[in-house]
């Protein structure tokens, strides 16, 4: 019966409202996805769940959401949605999302999708064979600013050349690594920096070679790789839990045309020589000073709802996420 429900979800076009139920009112939820979602007409949160009752009561106040739980089976076998986010840390993550594609549901959640390849490799798995959406929130290629310098650099030219992608934090000493060492940081968080690599380097990766160091931890907190693709592209990652601050951007390059990318602040457009230069604001481009909205949490949830209305797979598929995972496996692997 589940796979039947999750197959005529795939084939049917949802014309009017997608009913989405949430898992999670933590911080993340609240911050960018039920915002997100409030924000679309044809969304209707219908219910949502967690764990910690006052959690609970708060956000469903804040949205006026009138299905309340704290047993998220029991919210979705009565309340049928369209679709289900399930939004906590990655090492809760596993058997919900399972259970949710299992019960035909299509199912959104945040970065990083598991703790292993392994483990994101069978959600796959569970999506395709339930014959339903599953999306991986990697927020940044729906930053309205990076979409828009990387259609204008493609649009001068399409030939990938070159890409860098950075992500730097100050990381305290106390601080282990994610969740209390459940996770490690490539994996959990500079996994952005690896998933936009990918995203913006546009081909499959065909050699790496890495450098992964403990600098000032006790766990690895630098990262440094070099990514061949396929399509001649050649990608940088620079990650770094003990720099000066929290800095994040990526270049993009193509013959002719450059991007300097930063979703926080400002980015630059250079093309064709110093003839055209272009600077951005972050918020001025995506319309807003409101971080869901021009930090792209806004924009994949609303790619996850088309993809959902028109039983299509979107462009961060659970399927795609395993590719991710599996460059995260190579620099670890390829490290001297
Ligand atoms: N895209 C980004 O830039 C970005 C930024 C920060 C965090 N994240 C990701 O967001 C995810 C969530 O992080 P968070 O900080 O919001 O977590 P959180 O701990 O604040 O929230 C998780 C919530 O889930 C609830 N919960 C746990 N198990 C449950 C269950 N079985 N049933 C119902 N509720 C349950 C908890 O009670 C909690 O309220 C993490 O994977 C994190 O990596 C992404």
Redesign the pocket.
């Known amino acids: 019966m589940c796979g039947e429900y999750g197959n005529r979800l795939r084939k049917v076009v949802i014309d009017v409202q997608v009913r989405v139920c949430v ?7 609240n911050n960018v996805h039920y915002p997100s979602l409030a924000a679309m007409e044809d969304v209707e949160i219908v219910g949502a ?4 009752e006052d ?1 609970l009561e708060e956000t469903c106040n804040r949205y006026s959401i009138s299905g309340r739980f ?1 047993d ?1 089976r029991q919210m979705l076998e009565q309340l049928r949605p369209d679709a289900v986010y399930i ?4 090492h ?2 596993y058997d ?1 999302t399972i259970d949710c594609l299992e019960m035909g549901l299509n199912v959104f959640i ?3 999708p598991g703790i292993t390849t392994h483990q994101v490799t069978w959600m796959a798995k569970y999506a395709q064979k339930n014959g339903v959406i599953g999306m991986v ?1 990697w ?1 940044r290629r729906f930053i309205p600013v990076v979409n828009y310098c990387r259609e204008k650099v493609l649009s001068y030219n399409a030939n990938v050349q070159q890409v860098v992608s950075t992500f730097y934090k100050y990381h305290p000493d106390s601080a282990g690594p994610y969740y209390r060492g459940a996770i490690d940081i490539l994996s ?2 500079a996994v ?1 920096a690896v998933d936009t690599l990918r995203w913006l380097a546009g081909g499959e990766v065909v050699n790496v070679a890495s450098a992964v160091r403990k600098v000032h931890h006790e766990f690895d907190d630098s990262f440094t790789a070099l990514v061949q693709f396929d399509n001649g592209c050649v990608g940088v990652l620079l990650a770094n839990w003990r720099a000066g601050g929290r800095i994040h951007q990526f270049e993009l390059h193509t013959n002719g045309a450059s991007a300097f990318i930063n979703g926080d602040y400002e980015s630059v457009i250079h093309m064709n020589g110093e003839s055209f230069v272009e600077r951005l604001d972050s918020k001025e481009i995506a319309g807003s000073d409101e971080f869901y909205r021009y930090y792209g949490f806004f924009d994949e949830n609303r790619h996850f709802i088309d993809c959902v209305k028109k039983g299509t797979e979107p462009d961060a598929s659970f399927a795609d996420a395993v590719k991710t995972m599996q460059l995260v496996d190579e620099i670890y692997r390829q490290s001297w």
């Open positions: 898992i999670g009112a933590g911080a993340m939820a769940c967690d764990l910690q959690k704290t998220y939004i906590m840390p990655p809760h993550l919900l945040e970065k990083p929130g927020n959990c968080d952005h």
